[in-house]
């Protein structure tokens, strides 16, 4: 693993961590985590992957890392005010970020579980060169999330001013590409519930689009969902890219 570092548009590092694959056919996965996640969290997947021949990419995202932390990730009102902004600004670096790396947006495929999954969707939906994506355990539908976020939390229904915002990164109000998607979430999700994948499936509604629901499964990363990222590259991008 390799870790570099270079300055973001607020004079500010961005740091990522690079794992350099074998294969130079196949994609170079960005992997955003969760969160209340750490790039570490995703070391062993990450050199799972580069072992198969993939080059990986895990950005350091704001207020996590090297980038800052905070003090209670779980706090409600901490994470009212700040997962929105933090979800943002990473979807905003991403063009930063492919400068940084040097390779073009056609080589890349965007991965994401939790609040990772949230940035990964909004990436690929803004981008339609980029050649795929995975969302585990997150939402291609930022309006339908918030609702649930809300409802949860007891409080007031989205203001206009709100929703304007969010639509302007929400994946299900820009034309799907028609590259590889793998969905996949728990069923037993007691942070998030389906719902916001279903509506982005629904507005892809493309034989392109993989939906995997597993049983009995809250808010992880199961190794079964390993497993089925890894069978899913495979089947997209062939034995010869892993």
């Not at 779980?74 to 063009?95: H, K, L, N, P, Y």
């Not at 990964?120 to 918030?146: R, Y």
């Not at 976020?149 to 299900?172: M, N, T």
Request: hydrophobic residues 35%.
């Amino acid at each position: 693993m390799e870790i570099h570092s270079s300055e973001s548009n607020s004079n500010q590092k961005l740091p990522f961590h690079l794992f350099q694959g074998t294969n130079e056919k196949a994609p170079i996965l960005v992997i955003y985590h969760g969160w209340a996640g750490s790039n570490a969290g995703y070391y062993d997947l990450a050199e799972e992957l580069q072992e198969q021949g993939y080059t990986v990419v895990l950005p350091d995202i704001v207020h996590h890392d090297s980038r800052g932390t905070i003090d209670n990730y779980f706090d409600e009102s901490t994470r009212q005010q700040m997962f929105w902004g933090t979800v943002f600004q990473a979807i905003d670096e991403f063009d930063k970020l492919i400068a940084n790396l040097k390779v073009n947006k056609k080589d890349v495929l965007v991965i994401g579980s939790s609040m990772g999954g949230f940035i990964a969707s909004s990436i690929f939906a803004k981008n339609p060169e980029i050649q795929g994506l995975v969302n585990v355990n997150g939402s291609g539908a930022f309006v339908v999330a918030d609702e649930f976020f809300r409802r949860v939390d007891g409080r007031d229904k989205l203001s206009g001013k709100e929703r304007a915002v969010l639509e302007k990164y929400d994946p299900i109000n820009y034309t799907y590409s028609r590259k590889p998607v793998l969905l996949m979430h728990g069923d037993s999700d007691q942070v998030l519930d389906t719902s916001g994948q279903y509506a982005y499936y629904a507005h892809c509604s493309s034989s392109d689009v993989t939906f995997d629901i597993f049983n009995d499964v809250n808010h992880q990363f199961t190794e079964d969902m390993v497993e089925g990222l890894k069978s899913w590259l495979n089947e997209q991008f062939g034995r010869s890219c892993i």
